[in-house]
């Protein structure tokens, strides 16, 4: 199961999530497909403007950590998966990415007959871009909670509520339980192409600090 966001994104009304299956994707690493394809657009991206694509290393402030747990850990006492988008700024060279702001979507979560169906209206999703863009952040990652095992699911790879390119998306196991002790077992994936994920390989490091 899992959650994501999405379906008709760009038509009127805008995005639904939906959420479903069970199924692990493929399994796939540094040296997959996947991964070079990011590192071929990363050395294509060279000299215009900052693109995640550049981004080698993404901080993540515990603050952040936790106050992304809560609203999560909330939906799981009720049995429910849930959504937190996060918003940062790039630093240094472009190399690094820097979350500052965490951003809990309006959402609504239903059992479906293929397992747990998160949906953000395009309306929640345009107020969160815009909360995000008043303060100079970008939209960068998006991190959402499973009842049991972490990984990324076919509709979350389908249906992200982050698009761009380069960005992170992070799988957090049993709910939320056991809280920021347990933020080694989140499963960790950056979008390499529209609707393309990947593993996090060794081109890629999250600081927590
Ligand atoms: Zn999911």
New binding site residues.
């Given amino acids: 199961?899992?959650?994501?966001a999405a379906g008709r994104r760009g038509g009127a009304g805008g995005a639904g999530a939906s959420?479903g299956s069970p199924e692990p994707g493929p399994a796939t690493g540094p040296g997959s497909p996947r991964a070079r394809a990011l590192a071929g657009r990363r050395a294509g991206a060279r000299g215009g403007a900052l693109t995640l694509v550049d981004v080698e290393e993404f901080v993540v402030p515990l603050e952040l950590v936790d106050e992304t747990l809560e609203p999560l850990q909330e939906a799981g006492r009720h049995g429910y998966?849930a959504f937190v988008l996060w918003g940062g700024r790039f630093a240094g060279d472009g190399r690094r990415f820097e979350f500052i702001s965490a951003y809990f979507p309006e959402q609504t979560t239903s059992r479906a007959e293929e397992g747990l169906l998160v949906t953000v209206e395009g309306e929640a999703l345009f107020r969160v871009n815009r909360a995000f863009y008043r303060r100079g952040l970008t939209l960068a990652g998006q991190v959402?909670s499973?009842p049991t095992d972490a990984y990324?699911?076919d509709?979350?790879d389908a249906y992200p509520l982050m698009t761009l390119i380069g960005g992170l998306s992070g799988?957090v196991p049993d709910f939320g339980d056991g809280g920021r002790a347990r933020l080694h077992e989140w499963a960790w994936y950056r979008l390499v192409g529209r609707g393309e994920w990947a593993p996090l390989g060794e081109e890629t490091r999250i600081t927590f600090r």
Avoid: I, N, P, Q
Avoid at 1 to 4: H, L
């Fill in positions: 199961m899992g959650a994501s959420h998966e959402h499973h990324h699911s509709t979350d799988v």
